[in-house]
């Protein structure tokens, strides 16, 4: 089954997890801007990052037959320092012309913090100022209750934002409701450790409906599956969940999302069936 | 999460058909965690507050309610929504270390 891989940290791969996402059906994928495991020491290390994330990337993802989209921003973990903060952001407008830049993300909070908050609101006015979508990064574990609290509670203060137009990733069983109730996405990231496995992903399908909800690997440097949504499919047909709402989650619901952007292309024929 | 009685496709008969032997293995790996504590070179965690939070979602677990997955996922959050005035770590620990107050 042909999918949209909404959030993967290709940067951090290897050439072999692009040949395993093609040969398991990945037609275009997202990579939102993240933290490299340690923390950049300038400015500059940032343009270096989002010049691999709007050349190279996309031309390796290419040599596969899949679509590479990325969006831009100073992640969360870094979002502390706000020395630092606005020197990237300086950085981003130079970049949203590229022709794979589909919006400012990940953005979000970490531990939450005064800080993190203000770079947050940052982030938004500068995709506000560009009119571009926004996918946000909710904190792990303990914090991510009370994380994605404080952001769809800060966004839904600012009446320049559209719901329809906000991503909100890694959603868990506890924090869906905030997030979809208010009309933003929910992202669902499958990760083998500390994020949701596919049966908990397919269990919050079954709970929460398939409206605005997509599924995603989320894979990066740390233990994470790249082809972990052809995994969440099979899960799915284990249930025998139809081919028609399994297509909608993986494929149809991030074309939908992705499809605001005038920038994402799909044939045309494949945009015309998502709008039936 | 609600109970949403019949939104999953398969009956009851058929899930314990497909699902007992994975889920048999995950009961089995946390009782041999717990086994595994006892049996540690020198108890000095029984008070951490994860241990306290997993032993308070294994209550959670067999007790005869809905929305499980929900209760042991606030078990182990922060519930506060203030912010920090400045970052103390990065990482997260994977349970809240604040007070903590029993789940029914």
Redesign the interface.
């Known amino acids: 089954m042909d999918y949209v891989e909404m959030h993967a940290h290709m940067a951090s791969r290897t050439t072999d997890d692009y040949e395993q996402m093609a040969l398991t059906g990945c037609v275009a994928l997202s990579e939102p801007a993240f933290w490299a495991g340690y923390d950049r020491l300038s400015a500059a290390a940032f343009a270096a990052y989002f010049e691999q994330l709007t050349d190279f990337e996309p031309k390796r993802a290419a040599k596969y037959g899949i679509q590479h989209y990325t969006w831009l921003c100073l992640n969360p973990?870094e979002a502390?320092d706000r020395e630092l903060a606005p020197q990237v952001l300086a950085l981003i407008p130079g970049y949203l012309d590229r022709p794979n830049v589909i919006g400012i993300g990940e953005i979000g909070l970490?531990?939450?913090?005064?800080?993190?908050?203000a770079t947050f609101v940052d982030h938004v006015n500068l995709a506000m100022e560009h009119d571009q979508l926004i996918l946000i990064h909710t904190?792990?574990?303990?914090?991510?209750?009370?994380g994605t609290?404080?952001i769809v509670?800060a966004l839904g203060g600012d009446a320049r934002v559209k719901p329809e137009r906000v991503m909100v990733d890694h959603a868990?069983?506890?924090t869906m409701p905030m997030i979809l109730e208010r009309g933003y996405w929910g992202g669902i990231t499958l990760y083998p450790q500390t994020k949701v496995s596919p049966g908990?992903a397919a269990?919050?399908i079954?709970?929460?409906g398939s409206e605005r909800v997509c599924v995603a690997s989320a894979c990066d440097w740390g233990p994470s599956i790249p082809i972990a949504i052809p995994q969440f499919v099979m899960e799915m047909r284990?249930?025998?969940?139809p081919e028609r709402l399994i297509r909608k989650i993986v494929y149809d619901n991030p074309v939908q999302f992705l499809g605001q952007s005038p920038k994402f292309r799909l044939p045309r024929a494949e945009l015309a069936a998502v709008a039936r | 999460?609600?109970a949403?009685p019949g939104?999953?496709?398969?009956t009851q008969r058929e899930l314990v058909e497909?699902y007992f032997i994975e889920n048999r293995t995950k009961l089995l790996d946390i009782a041999a965690f717990l086994d595994r504590l006892d049996r540690s070179s020198e108890m000095n965690a029984e008070d951490d507050f994860r241990l306290a939070a997993f032993r308070q979602a294994l209550r959670v677990l067999s007790a005869d309610a809905p929305a499980r997955?929900?209760s042991i996922?606030?078990i182990?959050?922060?519930?506060?929504?203030e912010?920090?005035?400045?970052?103390?770590?990065?990482s997260?620990?994977?349970?809240?270390a604040g007070p903590r107050t029993e789940v029914q």
Do not use: I, W
């Not at chain 1, 970490?110 to 908050?117: D, G, K, Y």
């Not at chain 1, 904190?139 to 009370?146: A, G, N, S, T």
């Not at chain 2, 182990?76 to 929504?81: I, K, L, V």
């Open positions: 973990k502390d970490n531990r939450v913090t005064r800080n993190e908050l904190p792990h574990l303990e914090d991510k209750y009370r609290k404080v509670e868990e069983e506890h908990r269990d919050m079954e709970v929460f284990r249930r025998r969940h | 999460m609600n949403r939104t999953c496709p398969l497909e997955v929900e996922q606030m182990f959050s922060d519930p506060t929504t912010l920090l005035p400045e970052l103390d770590r990065k997260a620990f994977g349970a809240y």
